[in-house]
């Protein structure tokens, strides 16, 4: 009988941690949801699935870069990111975009990028190789 009065003593102990391990859980994923909530999403689509409105930039310093297209021939293949053949992101692009980079601080990754051997045409009004 000894035994039976040692493991009803504690009882209770073990329903006191199960119950507090049960809150604290509840409690990180209360906090752990309201973090996600004030987190802001970005979605990033590349190429863009429809062309984007052709604005003019509003500093001529800052490159802007225009997907959308008539013909093929307002399209053309150049370096988006401002870097050149080291660490360029090539694409298809309007040949009014802005890709000059004066006066803008880049950093370009050291892997050689040449430039693709592509043909870059007008598809549905947007610029694709």
């Known amino acids: 009988m000894p035994e039976e009065k040692r493991g009803s003593k504690l009882m209770p102990i073990f329903l006191t941690i ?18 996600e909530k004030n987190k802001t999403q970005v979605t990033v689509i590349y190429p863009p699935s429809s062309p984007p409105p052709s604005v003019p930039p509003l500093n001529p310093k ?6 959308d297209c008539k013909v093929d ?8 990111n401002c870097c050149t053949e080291r660490g360029a992101q090539w694409a298809c692009i309007n040949k009014t975009s802005n890709t000059t980079c004066q ?11 040449p430039r ?4 870059c045409k007008c598809v549905n009004g947007v610029c694709r190789s």
């Not at 021939?73 to 988006?80: G, I, P, Q, R, Y």
Request: charge should be negative; aromatic fraction near 8%.
């Open 18 to 35: 199960i119950l507090a391990l049960v809150l604290f859980s509840g409690y990180v994923l209360k906090n752990k949801l309201e973090s």
């Open 73 to 80: 021939e307002d399209c053309m293949l150049d370096s988006v």
């Open 62 to 67: 800052i490159p802007v870069v225009f997907y």
């Open 103 to 113: 006066d803008v601080a880049v950093i370009c990754v050291d892997i050689l990028t």
């Open 116 to 119: 693709p051997n592509v043909t």
